[in-house]
């Protein structure tokens, strides 16, 4: 699942040695730019005047933080070409955003990229498992997202009471509290479906998010919908003014995957 072709060491060698070479001409310019204010300091004495050469309000403060900023990029770009968002949960999609955001990634180096993306692919069947097992928790009543009030809905009593069967209605994750008959999943819950769909593109031995996909194909499908409703690969959907989403799985094989590896925990073909 996550791409191997980034662990090739000429790869890796490639972009630690461009970061490199990138962060001493900053650290070379930043210098040029204090010995050009030193100069206008040292011409115009006495002055009230301040010769700021790099604005304070548009350009990093120091070579330092502008290096840890693109070190950032770096690893944006490093997450990216492995795939790892196609796989990950959503919580541990936010924990990852949150490293990025804070600057707390690992230095950039050929140690630490090749440790990060072995790490990555010796844990990917976890990964896979919490990830089924976040989109279990969406599916079914009584837990995760919402879901307090729709255990009596017949639908789910029938197909989501043990194990998911045929379909299932989730409740609250259609429309803007500012817009009541939009038909659009509601933002702040979209990464629940995308979560869903994951999950059964993985099941499918496919991948998600590919060039053409915005969120994801559940997640558009449902948001050009003229009247709500239509359907996907794995999905037929229909979205209620109610804000309850109803879905019918296609791919009842799938299904039965996801109940198999929510109920034991084991991965198709891993050994139990």
Not at 76 to 104: C, T, V, Y
């Amino acid at each position: 699942m996550i791409d191997s072709d980034i662990i090739k060491q000429a790869t890796v060698i490639q972009m630690v040695e461009s970061f490199d070479k990138a962060s001493e001409l900053i650290r070379r310019g930043f210098n040029l730019f204090e010995q050009a204010e030193q100069l206008l300091k040292e011409g115009f004495i006495p002055t009230h005047c301040y010769f700021n050469v790099l604005s304070r309000y548009e350009h990093p403060h120091s070579a330092e933080i502008s290096i840890r900023r693109i070190e950032t990029e770096g690893w944006k770009q490093i997450l990216d070409k492995m795939g790892i968002q196609k796989i990950i949960s959503a919580k541990r999609k936010q924990e990852l955003d949150n490293q990025l955001e804070k600057h707390e990634m690992p230095p950039l180096t050929y140690t630490e990229i090749m440790a990060f993306v072995k790490m990555c692919m010796g844990n990917t069947p976890a990964m896979i498992k919490e990830l089924a097992k976040e989109a279990y928790e969406v599916l079914m009543p009584g837990r995760g997202h919402g879901h307090w009030k729709t255990g009596h809905y017949k639908t789910n009593i029938k197909h989501a009471t043990y194990a998911l069967g045929k379909g299932v209605i989730i409740q609250n994750i259609i429309g803007r509290y500012y817009c009541p008959d939009d038909k659009m999943v509601n933002s702040q819950s979209e990464h629940l479906l995308v979560v869903v769909d994951k999950v059964f593109h993985i099941l499918d031995g496919k991948s998600i998010l590919n060039e053409g996909s915005y969120r994801s194909p559940l997640v558009d499908a449902i948001n050009t919908a003229e009247d709500g409703k239509g359907k996907t690969e794995y999905f037929k959907f229909k979205a209620c003014k109610n804000r309850n989403l109803h879905l019918t799985f296609l791919r009842i094989d799938l299904v039965k995957m996801l109940n198999e590896i929510c109920g034991d925990g084991t991965l198709p073909g891993e050994t139990k």
